[in-house]
């Protein structure tokens, strides 16, 4: 039994992010259409660097022999993978690989909100499928430039700490299960790290802070109780 021949999708991944660039220029200001090409480049490498892990085996297989010849995955394969790899472009990608301000925080769920709506117009998408990205994006638009603030926040407090004798040392992602004004309940990822409670921190800090969410941490504990030496990254997630 022959089985077809895989090939490159008609039109790509590139082509349709392009096609929606262009029709984006149609309408945008020149200032607010730069911010789209930034994030869709961005939404673009994020594809290409990852999105080849939910392949599947004959997909795989032609993924590593076009890509072996020069092609990036967006020249291999069709717009119907773009949703799903939403969800790492905005809770991995924004958040890991991009140093960001935070107009390009917001505008990378701003955009990807305008690409799904636009996809599923344009026969690219299902409804369902563009509803999800859009709620995506909806989200990331509000939580990723908060979630930014406050690991600024975080790592300012503390670098601002006087030094003192630090008893136990614990480096993990905290998951936040608790928020009070001053106190963050903060339980570890790894074993046996468990919870530790309560961290205090100023409350800008607290105002800011939502429970769910997860931050890289280095914590130190001293005579009077827990204590942040350093930070990462902060993931509204």
Same mark, same amino acid.
């Given at each position: 039994?022959?089985?077809?021949?895989?090939?490159?999708?008609?039109?790509?991944?590139?082509?349709?992010?392009?096609?929606?660039?262009?029709?984006?220029?149609?309408?945008?200001?020149?200032?607010?259409? *730069? #911010?789209?090409?930034?994030?869709? =480049?961005? &939404?673009?490498?994020?594809?290409?660097?990852? /999105?080849?892990?939910?392949? %599947?085996?004959?997909?795989?297989?032609?993924?590593?022999?076009?890509?072996?010849?020069?092609?990036?995955?967006?020249?291999?394969?069709?717009?119907?993978?773009?949703?799903?790899?939403?969800?790492?472009?905005?809770?991995?990608?924004?958040?890991?690989?991009?140093?960001?301000?935070?107009?390009?925080?917001?505008?990378?769920?701003?955009?990807?909100?305008?690409?799904?709506?636009?996809?599923?117009?344009?026969?690219?998408?299902?409804?369902?499928?563009?509803?999800?990205?859009?709620?995506?994006?909806?989200?990331? *638009? #509000?939580?990723?430039?908060?979630? =930014?603030? &406050?690991?600024?926040?975080?790592?300012?407090? /503390?670098?601002?700490?006087? %030094?003192?004798?630090?008893?136990?040392?614990?480096?993990?992602?905290?998951?936040?299960?608790?928020?009070?004004?001053?106190?963050?309940?903060?339980?570890?990822?790894?074993?046996?790290?468990?919870?530790?409670?309560?961290?205090?921190?100023?409350?800008?800090?607290?105002?800011?802070?939502?429970?769910?969410?997860?931050?890289?941490?280095?914590?130190?504990?001293?005579?009077?109780?827990?204590?942040?030496?350093?930070?990462?990254?902060?993931?509204?997630?």
């Amino acid at each position: 039994m022959s089985t077809k021949p895989q090939t490159i999708a008609q039109p790509t991944i590139s082509e349709v992010l392009q096609q929606f660039l262009d029709d984006q220029r149609r309408r945008l200001r020149p200032r607010t259409f *730069a #911010r789209y090409e930034d994030v869709i =480049e961005l &939404l673009q490498h994020s594809i290409n660097g990852y /999105a080849y892990n939910y392949l %599947s085996g004959e997909e795989s297989a032609l993924f590593d022999e076009l890509y072996d010849q020069g092609l990036q995955f967006c020249d291999i394969f069709g717009p119907e993978k773009i949703l799903d790899n939403v969800g790492e472009f905005l809770d991995y990608f924004m958040v890991r690989k991009v140093i960001a301000s935070q107009e390009l925080l917001k505008a990378a769920g701003t955009v990807t909100k305008k690409l799904a709506r636009w996809l599923e117009e344009n026969g690219y998408a299902t409804a369902e499928e563009a509803e999800m990205a859009v709620e995506s994006g909806t989200e990331a *638009a #509000r939580s990723l430039p908060k979630a =930014e603030k &406050l690991a600024g926040l975080l790592y300012d407090f /503390a670098h601002s700490q006087p %030094s003192e004798e630090v008893i136990e040392r614990v480096d993990d992602r905290f998951t936040i299960k608790r928020v009070e004004p001053g106190k963050l309940w903060l339980s570890g990822w790894l074993p046996p790290t468990g919870t530790i409670s309560p961290v205090a921190v100023p409350r800008e800090i607290t105002n800011l802070a939502e429970e769910g969410w997860s931050v890289t941490l280095w914590l130190g504990r001293t005579r009077w109780g827990w204590k942040i030496l350093d930070v990462g990254n902060v993931y509204p997630i």
